[in-house]
């Protein structure tokens, strides 16, 4: 069956420190996203890639998607309190009718 | 902002019980989910609907599953009997147009326990 691997599991950081997370998958993928979960709360959006080789920003967050169409990657640069929270990465194969598949997340402490 | 907003935000149920999860997607959005997320592991696919019917559903979604749309904004989960491996949270998404219907807006979920 199709894998999807997310790494690292965890990070404990300081404070301004940069943050960096990837995300494998054995099959291609038409379209990378990745997603930030509060505690309690649902998945919240935070880049969709739709083409290999795009490199795509939202203010402190950059991600890409693979040349390989078969991983990404998301940065978050100078990280604050307020970064804290698990990072998903989910993808979508060609003709999926929009089955995406999660990675297990990435847990982010960040500490003063 | 417009989002998808789902109600109740916890159901607790009695085994072999009928719940209804509630969902109202983003107004223009025309591709509806539901995943589900047991404690402490990765979001689940369970089935997209599109169209007033179902697109694809997984391997979790079996006959005691089924979803609807009953009227212009609304799109519910009917799980029929409640099992005691039912508990998790449920999430709602949608998305707008078939060339971005990867692209996914969740709600905040339901969280259903059953005893």
């Known amino acids: 069956g199709q894998q999807l691997n997310q790494s690292p599991q965890s990070m404990f950081i300081q404070e301004g420190e940069d943050v960096s997370m990837n995300c494998t998958s054995s099959?291609?993928?038409?379209?990378w996203l990745w997603y930030k979960q509060d505690p309690g709360e649902g998945p919240v959006l935070l880049i969709a890639l739709y083409k290999a080789g795009e490199l795509t920003s939202n203010g402190r967050l950059t991600a890409q998607f693979g040349i390989t169409r078969k991983d990404s990657f998301l940065n978050i640069s100078a990280s604050i309190p307020s970064d804290v929270g698990i990072y998903f990465c989910?993808?979508?194969?060609?003709?999926?009718?929009?089955?995406?598949?999660f990675g297990a997340g990435t847990q982010v402490v960040v500490t003063p | 902002e417009p989002e998808v907003t789902q109600t109740p935000s916890h159901q607790v149920t009695q085994m072999g019980q009928e719940v209804i999860l509630r969902c109202v997607p983003i107004s223009n959005h025309l591709y509806f989910y539901w995943y589900r997320q047991i404690l402490g592991q990765k979001v689940e696919f369970l089935v997209s609907f599109y169209n007033n019917e179902i697109s694809e559903k997984s391997e979790i979604f079996d006959d005691q599953f089924s979803v609807e749309r009953p009227d212009g904004s609304n799109f519910t989960l009917k799980i029929r009997s409640t099992k005691l491996e039912d508990s998790a949270m449920y999430f709602c998404?949608?998305?707008?147009?078939?060339?971005?219907?990867?692209?996914?807006?969740f709600g905040p979920g339901t969280r259903l326990t059953v005893l």
């Open positions: 998404a949608s998305s707008e147009v078939d060339s971005l219907r990867d692209t996914q807006y």
């Open positions: 099959s291609i993928f038409n379209t």
């Open positions: 989910a993808g979508a194969y060609t003709d999926s009718w929009g089955k995406l598949q």
